[in-house]
């Protein structure tokens, strides 16, 4: 591998989080080159690192996608990057719309159209390994109600529920989660839902362990790879918070290996399989054709695969160490916070559940004193996103405890005296949520019955965060909704906007995230925001989100807004 004598280049590197965004800005910014980054999110504590020469702030792409657009080819045409490098999804998603209408001298770290469409499916991915002979789940793809009935009956609970893609054009900022089902009722239940937005891949669930195939590959070709095994992740899937570094197990190389070669795949990526170690079997999950989450550990065990990637597209490189440090392991301690939590209050000898006994979660403890394990986010040489994320951490503490004494019965009565003050002088009330398709809606709606019978003396409008306007309430939230006498089959959603704040004299919304959202983005409104199960005596001041759930999770939802906003708004 050549490092001498090549010269200091320029990078853009787009994402937000401490994993794979922070490994690629130190990865590069330790060989010198000149790192520039877009990050949506301020408090991220990837901006901390010393390795960032820049940080460019664009708009908000989710509710002015073409200003986004034009802030990047100006940053682009003005910079010439030799290497433009987006680290999660959503920025693909975003590459993708720029370079569909602009042109830039800088180059895109994109797949070609077609490979991009096929590793964003699921459905595809899977397919594509069943025919090499790869070992997969058994799967059934489902785009209507009958082949939901028909997959519920082929395929045997528990049952592994799957977006055919994690991210959707038309909103790139949602993600769409795996779900899982324990019986064919919740299946169909859930499976509905899916089918409202998209189509969906019911799998049967396979218990293993998470492990992936790690490689950067020229043209179907993998030069070089590593291989990781999930040590925690969450109890019913998704990213790991632990890992560890283990030998490539030659059956995964040799199925990534022809996956890779299959569609001449280009770049750097990760090929996913779930692991089960007592009886040696595995199966294709799917294929990240990205930088990967658990890539921290990679780098630290010496297989750099962002100054690889840099070197093979920018200098021709092709000659790479084929041989990395195996035994350390690596932890997102934030999230591995959470993990614990959620293993001492689930069944920790339950196969369907990612747990472990506390015994083998204590004999962990032995890599700290070893010597052989990380921390995502603190390196030597670049320790301040490490406490930018113990910083972080703690006012997030602060605010759990802050909002907790909030829920205190005597504290909560006296607030709820005060918010119903400023209700009575109200000329505006405004619902906020996230979408605006269900649970603001739904109190809007309420809220106008008692604003007709001049009850409230307010008017009503309800809104949301998300940047899709004009979507139609899911099928699920109208069917309940006319349970409690509200038609929702009318409504269509709003985005949120500085006119509509300064015109609300009080603004509700359901939940923390609701609130954090509201006041990140518009901080005059935290004096009139207040969470709207303040009004009742529930032990949670959150209302939860029902969307994308059962009939059973809208029932109570809706109840409570019954009771809140007809008893007494």
Not at 96 to 120: C, F, I, M, V
Not at 195 to 221: D, K, W, Y
Request: proline share 5%; charged share 25%.
């Amino acid at each position: 591998m050549k490092d001498a004598g090549i010269k200091a280049g320029r990078a853009l590197v787009l994402g937000s989080d401490s994993r794979s965004f922070l490994a690629v800005i130190r990865s590069l910014g330790r060989r010198n080159i000149q790192v520039h980054v877009i990050c949506p999110d301020p408090d991220s504590p990837a901006l901390r690192s010393r390795y960032i020469s820049k940080h460019h702030v664009l708009p908000e792409y989710a509710a002015h996608p073409m200003t986004w657009i034009e802030g990047l080819d100006k940053l682009l045409r003005r910079e010439s990057f030799d290497l433009v490098l987006p680290c999660d999804d959503p920025h693909i998603i975003k590459l993708t719309a720029y370079q569909a209408l602009g042109k830039s001298n800088s180059r895109l770290e994109l797949l070609p159209a077609d490979l991009r469409e096929l590793t964003s499916s699921k459905q595809r991915c899977h397919d594509l390994a069943s025919s090499l002979g790869v070992s997969v789940a058994r799967s059934r793809l489902v785009e209507s109600r009958q082949q939901l009935e028909t997959a519920i009956l082929e395929v045997h609970p528990p049952y592994v529920l799957k977006p055919l893609s994690s991210f959707g054009a038309d909103d790139p900022v949602t993600r769409r989660e795996v779900r899982k089902a324990f019986t064919p009722d919740e299946a169909f239940s859930i499976g509905m839902l899916f089918l409202e937005t998209s189509g969906l891949q019911l799998q049967e669930n396979f218990i293993g362990t998470g492990t992936g195939v790690e490689f950067l590959a020229s043209r179907g070709t993998i030069l070089t790879a590593f291989q990781h095994l999930r040590l925690h992740e969450p109890l019913h899937g998704g990213g790991s918070s632990y890992r560890q570094g283990i030998p490539i197990d030659p059956r995964m190389y040799r199925a990534t290996a022809a996956i890779v070669a299959a569609i001449c795949y280009d770049g750097v990526g990760m090929v996913e399989f779930k692991w089960n170690r007592t009886t040696d079997e595995f199966v294709f999950i799917e294929l990240n054709a990205r930088f990967w989450g658990s890539l921290p550990l990679a780098v630290a065990s010496g297989a750099d695969f962002p100054w690889f990637l840099y070197q093979y597209r920018c200098h021709c490189e092709r000659s790479f160490a084929q041989h990395f440090r195996l035994g350390l392991c690596c932890r997102n301690w934030t999230m591995d916070f959470h993990w614990v939590g959620s293993n001492a209050l689930h069944d920790r000898h339950n196969p369907m559940l990612a747990t472990k006994p506390w015994s083998v979660v204590l004999r962990e403890l032995r890599s700290v004193l070893r010597g052989t394990e990380r921390i995502d986010t603190l390196t030597h040489d670049d320790p301040q996103p490490f406490l930018a994320e113990l910083r972080n951490a703690a006012r997030a503490l602060a605010r759990r405890f802050w909002r907790h004494c909030r829920a205190c019965v005597w504290l909560r009565r006296h607030r709820a005296r005060g918010i119903r003050r400023r209700i009575r002088h109200a000329g505006r009330i405004e619902f906020v949520c996230f979408g605006n398709i269900c649970r603001s809606p739904f109190a809007e709606a309420l809220a106008a019955q008692l604003h007709a019978d001049g009850i409230l003396h307010a008017a009503v409008s309800s809104s949301g965060f998300c940047a899709l306007e004009d979507r139609q309430s899911p099928a699920m939230a109208v069917s309940v909704a006319r349970e409690f006498g509200i038609d929702l089959s009318q409504h269509r959603s709003r985005r949120i906007s500085a006119d509509r704040v300064a015109r609300a004299d009080v603004i509700f919304v359901f939940d923390w995230v609701n609130f954090d959202s509201l006041v990140a983005e518009f901080p005059q409104a935290e004096p009139k925001t207040f969470l709207i199960g303040e009004l009742d005596s529930d032990p949670s001041l959150a209302v939860p989100d029902p969307w994308n759930t059962s009939r059973e999770m809208f029932r109570p939802v809706y109840r409570r807004l019954t009771a809140i906003v007809r008893g007494g708004l």
